[in-house]
């Protein structure tokens, strides 16, 4: 079965800087890697999907690589805002199979 | 737009009861799954449906049963509740409509008591 990793359990950084938060995977290459945000008590919400013959994909301030080489995304949260803190998940999809990471909780401080 | 409803949102049990958790979905997407999602251990697939009248386990299903009879409607009963799974659930459906992407209910929270 697909593993996923995401790099650190939590992230802290100053309001302003770029947080960078990373999702390694094993096994077969997904077709569809996806970032997902979640706050307390609530449901994971989408935020960016990139196909496996996409390098980078942008919305606003959000930047995902996906790199199926290395077998890893990385999800780039720039100018970051205290309200940018929660917890991000990544998750590959092949087919109609979601697999989600741990998550990264991340706090932007002010 | 209400999407998809999980009810209920909370609820305590005891152990060796049957509880049943219902999700309903407003986008007729023909995908749903149940998830549940513990500290430490992130989401994890217990079971999923492509369609009506189909269902497939996941990672985690021992202990579970689903139906889904209809496209709107996915419950999740655990027939005999153990301490064990005590976690959030989340309820989730994809479709043709949401470009692979998949959306999340608010969660039922269970206590196992």
């Known amino acids: 079965s697909q593993k996923i990793e995401q790099n650190s359990e939590a992230l802290n950084i100053q309001e302003g800087k770029t947080a960078t938060l990373t999702c390694n995977y094993t096994?077969?290459?997904?077709?569809?890697l996806q970032w997902y945000r979640q706050d307390p008590g609530r449901g994971p919400v989408f935020l960016l999907l990139?196909?496996?013959?996409?390098k980078e994909k942008r919305k606003e301030r959000l930047k995902v690589t996906f790199d199926t080489t290395l077998k890893q995304s990385l999800f780039h949260i720039t100018a970051s805002q205290p309200a940018d803190s929660a917890t991000y998940l990544c998750?590959?999809?092949?087919?109609?199979?979601?697999?989600f990471g741990t998550g990264t909780s991340l706090t932007v401080i002010p | 737009d209400a999407g998809i409803t999980q009810s209920p949102r909370y609820k305590i049990t005891e152990t060796g009861r049957q509880v049943t958790l219902m999700c309903h979905q407003t986008?007729?997407?023909?995908?749903m799954f149940w998830y549940r999602q513990d500290l430490g251990h992130g989401l994890r697939l217990i079971y999923y449906?492509?369609?009506?009248?189909?269902?497939d386990k996941g990672e985690v299903p021992d202990g579970y049963v689903v139906s889904r009879s209809k496209t709107e409607n996915f419950p999740l009963t655990l027939e005999s509740a153990t301490r064990s799974q005590t976690s959030v659930y989340f309820c989730?459906?994809?479709?043709?409509?949401?470009?692979?992407?998949?959306?999340f209910g608010e969660g039922s929270w269970l206590t196992v008591v």
């Open positions: 998750a590959l999809s092949t087919g109609n199979q979601f697999y």
């Open positions: 096994n077969y290459s997904p077709a569809y």
């Open positions: 990139i196909r496996e013959n996409e």
């Open positions: 986008w007729s997407h023909s995908y």
């Open positions: 449906s492509a369609a009506a009248d189909i269902t």
């Open positions: 989730a459906s994809a479709g043709a409509s949401s470009g692979n992407t998949i959306y």
